[in-house]
């Protein structure tokens, strides 16, 4: 198993919470100190490559309009750290490629950061979360369709290396794809997937090879989203062997009132607001998943809005959150590893709102001495859990 640190580049220093709308898609910019922001930015790439130094993975993701994360262009702050750190994967979790409009300056972008990394980029791709649809101004609809036909464009932009070739897809048209540079791994990065509900996007991408990802869900909806990966996948020769991966928010600490202390701060990302207009664009939510969602009987359909309603324990129960000393932390990786049917990847979470420098790197430090060593044994759904192939 690999493990991967993760945080979202927040800016916390906002007025509360009850006297904000929404701190995405309309939250005023004057609200962001470019001073403060700078000093978030460095201290945010310093962790990581703390992180690297202490022998973990990094991933980078990138959002819009939104204080819970200024890494609005996660490719800038991928190739920092592809210069900067050593050993890590370097994932982007990822690439909004319905929104962004070109793929091929995508796969230029993610050649080029594999090629300064000496071959240690992950490239993920992702739909874009709701809200995002306004600013980008894209249809709901379409998205997933985009998503999609951007990915098999990127790949095959990747891997033809005989010269220029012509792309006319549903929403790119394109004469003359030569891709330079080559990505530095052959025959490409590894290629990640997530999303949370839509069952039809986790066959396909365990159909193509793909790894998938899941947050910040409750373990009944991760293994079924597993499940559905495992009843699908085919091993096809991608980079990385296929899997999936899963993100819970991590705190570990020496005794348990640091620990649960240090999970009470990360919970500020689940307590982010946005208004209910922004959640649920009309055509980006499957009809079933939206039915789910009004029933609310069914934990599977849990968001980040009930999920707030529940106390820290009863989203450690759930998997959301896991904090403890190492022993307990341990035990709680291993429990979610046997109640979802085993995963390749954990991604964790492990700073967010105003946990500090010195905590994070407490947390991050402790991890990967005490706890870390103790995981990497189970056995990876993809290599050693007995997945069948098509034949």
């Known amino acids: 198993m690999r493990a991967w640190y993760f945080t979202e580049f927040p800016y916390p220093y906002l007025p509360p919470f009850d006297e904000l709308s929404s701190i995405r898609v309309n939250i005023p910019s004057k609200h962001f100190d470019p001073r403060v922001g700078a000093d978030l930015y460095n201290r945010y790439l310093d962790e990581h490559m703390i992180a690297d130094e202490a022998g973990l993975d990094l991933m980078v993701n990138e959002h819009h309009q939104t204080a819970t994360c200024i890494n609005a262009c996660a490719t800038l702050s991928l190739a920092v750290l592809a210069r900067q750190t050593k050993k890590a994967r370097l994932l982007i979790l990822g690439n909004p490629i319905a929104n962004r409009g070109d793929p091929i300056r995508i796969a230029e972008e993610m050649a080029m950061i594999d090629c300064i990394s000496y071959g240690r980029v992950e490239a993920g791709f ?81 159909s193509k090879g793909f790894v998938f990802a899941t947050f910040l869900q409750p373990y009944q909806q991760v293994k079924f989203l597993f499940d559905a990966y495992r009843e699908a996948y085919r091993p096809n020769g991608q980079p990385g062997g296929g899997g999936v991966a899963f993100m819970p928010l991590m705190y570990v600490a020496d005794n348990e009132a640091e620990a649960e202390a240090g999970a009470k701060e990360l919970t500020w990302y689940l307590k982010a607001k946005v208004e209910p207009q922004f959640r649920n664009p009309p055509g980006y939510a499957p009809v079933a998943a939206n039915v789910a969602g009004l029933r609310g009987a069914d934990v599977r359909s849990r968001t980040n809005d009930s999920l707030r309603q529940v106390t820290l324990e009863q989203q450690r129960d759930l998997g959301v959150v896991m904090y403890g000393t190492p022993d307990q932390v341990v035990k709680q990786i291993e429990l979610e590893y046997e109640r979802v049917g085993g995963f390749d990847h954990l991604i964790m979470m492990m700073q967010a709102g105003f946990l500090d420098h010195k905590r994070t790197v407490s947390n991050i430090q402790l991890f990967a001495k005490e706890v870390y060593p103790r995981i990497k044994h189970l056995a990876g759904t993809a290599e050693l859990r007995g997945l069948k192939a098509a034949e």
Not at 164 to 186: C, S, V
Request: one cysteine or more.
């Open 126 to 206: 992702v739909r874009g979360v709701p809200y995002e649809i306004f600013a980008a101004n894209t249809v709901p609809p379409t998205t997933l369709e985009r998503l999609w036909e951007g990915v098999d464009l990127c790949v095959k932009a990747w891997t033809t290396t005989d010269g220029p070739f012509n792309f006319e897809g549903k929403f790119t048209h394109k004469r003359a794809i030569n891709l330079w540079p080559r990505p530095y791994q052959t025959p490409h990065p590894p290629v990640w997937v997530t999303g949370s509900s839509d069952v039809g996007s986790v066959r396909t991408a365990a």
